[in-house]
Nanobody
Framework: QVQLVESGGGLVHDGGSLRLSCGAS????????LAWYRQAPGKQRELVAE???????NYAAFVKGRFTLSRDNANSAVYLKMEDLKPEDTAKYYC??????????????WGQGTQVTVSS
């Protein structure tokens, strides 16, 4: 069974930075299309950043160069470095991935989320 666990959220001031981590167990190598989503109160969950099937990174328009998506295969982790955070970035951030190996293909996995709050 695959589990995704996020960490790194917190309270920061306008303009601050955070780095979110998503640990995949038992291994990241069962997963593909790794992505970060966010959901603010009263709003729909939206894509923040993702690794595409072609191996590229894709960012939502609102990121505007402020966030960086990366992965560490050795530690089975995906990171989202967020800089110049704004109050409108306040949301719960979720890690998401699709199962890609035979035992997990066709499944989508979500973490429990980590809260990011940006004060003005």
């Amino acid at each position: 069974q695959v589990q995704l666990v996020e960490s790194g959220g917190g309270l920061v001031h306008d303009g601050g930075s955070l780095r979110l981590s998503c640990g995949a167990s038992p291994t990241i190598f069962r997963l593909c299309n790794l992505a970060w989503y966010r959901q603010a109160p009263g709003k729909q969950r939206e894509l923040v950043a993702e690794f595409t099937s072609g191996g590229y990174t894709n960012y939502a328009a609102f990121v505007k160069g402020r966030f960086t998506l990366s992965r560490d295969n050795a530690n089975s982790a995906v990171y989202l470095k967020m800089e110049d955070l704004k109050p409108e970035d306040t949301a719960k951030y979720y890690c998401n991935a699709d199962g890609c190996t035979r035992s997990v293909r066709g499944r989508s996995y979500w973490g429990q989320g980590t809260q990011v709050t940006v004060s003005s």
